[in-house]
């Protein structure tokens, strides 16, 4: 069955430090993964999807077929990054992982 | 504005007493969800509807009916609410692509905090 893992519930860091949210997925096929951010008292919105291969806000993710994963990286963490992140698989459905809260501390 | 409207956006209710959150989108987008957002179990899916008259259920379904009558609404009714309903809920829209499979990306509403006392 597709599904997806996000490990970490909580994840906090200091501001310009690297940051990786990490996210798993079993699919049976080529997968298509999506990041979605929803910041303080703010709908969720999407971040990046891995076709794409762009970096929105300065975050990347590359889909790694051999470990089945799709993290998302920062290179150097902003306050305004704090927010709550989930990692998706469409399917003909969409399946979020249970989502990560990211707080940068300054 | 292409958007997804959620109404009501904050209700507090009784055991039992029946309520209905509807969800419109002016996108013309086929696919249609319902989601739940708890602290620590993340976003969980009730109901979706990949078009018109085509509703499926999700991972947690119990306790909600959905219809899909036109295009662009999508309403949760929750026929007797518990408690263990009390949550904030969240519509999206998203193009679905037939010959893929595939859900899009997905637009979202404000959400709806829900509160069954």
């Known amino acids: 069955a597709q599904r997806v893992t996000q490990p970490e519930k909580l994840l906090s860091v200091f501001k310009g430090a690297p940051v990786e949210l990490k996210c798993n997925y079993s699919?049976?096929?080529?997968?298509?993964l999506f990041w979605y951010v929803q910041y303080s008292r703010q709908r969720l919105q999407l971040l990046l999807r891995h076709i794409s291969r762009e970096s929105i806000k300065g975050f990347t993710a590359d889909l790694n077929k051999g470990e089945t994963s799709f993290h998302l990286k920062k290179p150097f963490a902003q306050e305004e990054d704090s927010a709550m992140y989930y990692c998706?698989?469409?399917?003909?459905?969409?399946?979020f992982g249970a989502g990560t809260r990211l707080t940068v501390k300054p | 504005e292409a958007q997804v409207t959620q109404n009501p956006r904050y209700l507090i209710t009784v055991t039992g007493k029946k309520l209905t959150v509807t969800c419109s989108q002016n996108?013309?987008?086929?696919?249609m969800s319902w989601y739940r957002q708890d602290p620590g179990l993340g976003l969980r899916q009730i109901y979706y509807s990949m078009n018109v008259e085509v509703t499926d259920k999700g991972d947690v379904p119990e306790g909600y009916k959905v219809s899909r009558k036109e295009k662009r609404n999508f309403p949760l009714i929750l026929e007797s609410p518990s408690p263990n309903q009390t949550s904030l809920y969240f519509c999206?829209?998203?193009?679905?692509?037939?010959?893929?499979?595939?859900?899009?990306?997905?637009?979202f509403g404000e959400g709806s905090r829900l509160t069954v006392l």
């Open positions: 996108m013309n987008h086929e696919y």
């Open positions: 999206a829209s998203s193009h679905y692509g037939s010959g893929t499979g595939r859900t899009g990306e997905l637009f």
């Open positions: 699919y049976s096929g080529s997968p298509e």
């Open positions: 998706a698989l469409p399917n003909n459905d969409m399946r």
